[in-house]
C-alpha cells in the first residue's frame, strides 16, 4: 500500500510540476510577446503565484515520493537512472530557483510600470531573456527526467 500511494503522489505532482511550468511559461512568454503592460502584469502576478502555490510543493514532494519509491522498491541510490534523474532534477531546480527570484523582481517591475503608466523598464526585459534561457534549460532535463523513471536504463 506504501508503495502505490507514494506512486500515485509521486506521478501526480510530476504532472502537477510538469503542468503548471510549463502553461506558467507558456503564458507569461506570449504575454510578453505582446508587450501590453497591463497583460504583462496580469501573467507575472499569476506566474509568480502559481509557483508558490502548486510548483513549490510538486517540487518537494517530487523529491520525497522519488527517494520514498527508490526505498521501498529496493533500488539504489548509486542505479544509473536514479543518479541521472536526481542530477537533472537538481540542474533544473538550478535553473527554477533563480527564475523564481527573477519572476518575482518582474512582477514588481510590470506592476511599477503599469501603476506609472510607463513602458517596462530595460531591466524587465534584461530579466525576461534569462528567463527564457533558464527555462529553456531546464524544460529538456525535466523531459529527460521522465525517460529515465520510467525506462530505468543501466550502463
Do not use: E
Amino acid at each position: 500500500m506504501a508503495y502505490l500511494i507514494l506512486k500515485w503522489l509521486h506521478i501526480l505532482s510530476a504532472t502537477i510540476l510538469f503542468g503548471t511550468g510549463i502553461g506558467s511559461a507558456f503564458y507569461l512568454f506570449m504575454a510578453n510577446r505582446t508587450r501590453d503592460v497591463a497583460a504583462i502584469a496580469f501573467a507575472v502576478r499569476h506566474v509568480v503565484l502559481a509557483d508558490w502555490l502548486f510548483t513549490t510543493p510538486a517540487v518537494i514532494l517530487q523529491l520525497l515520493t522519488g527517494l520514498g519509491l527508490v526505498h521501498v522498491t529496493g533500488y539504489s541510490l548509486g542505479d544509473f537512472w536514479v543518479v541521472g534523474g536526481l542530477g537533472l532534477y537538481l540542474f533544473a531546480g538550478a535553473c527554477w530557483v533563480p527564475v523564481v527570484f527573477m519572476q518575482i523582481r518582474m512582477r514588481r517591475l510590470a506592476d511599477a510600470a503599469l501603476q506609472s503608466g510607463t513602458p517596462l523598464a530595460a531591466d524587465y526585459w534584461r530579466l525576461a531573456r534569462r528567463w527564457v534561457v533558464l527555462g529553456a534549460l531546464a524544460f529538456p532535463a525535466i523531459v529527460a527526467v521522465f525517460y529515465l523513471m520510467i525506462f530505468k536504463p543501466t550502463l
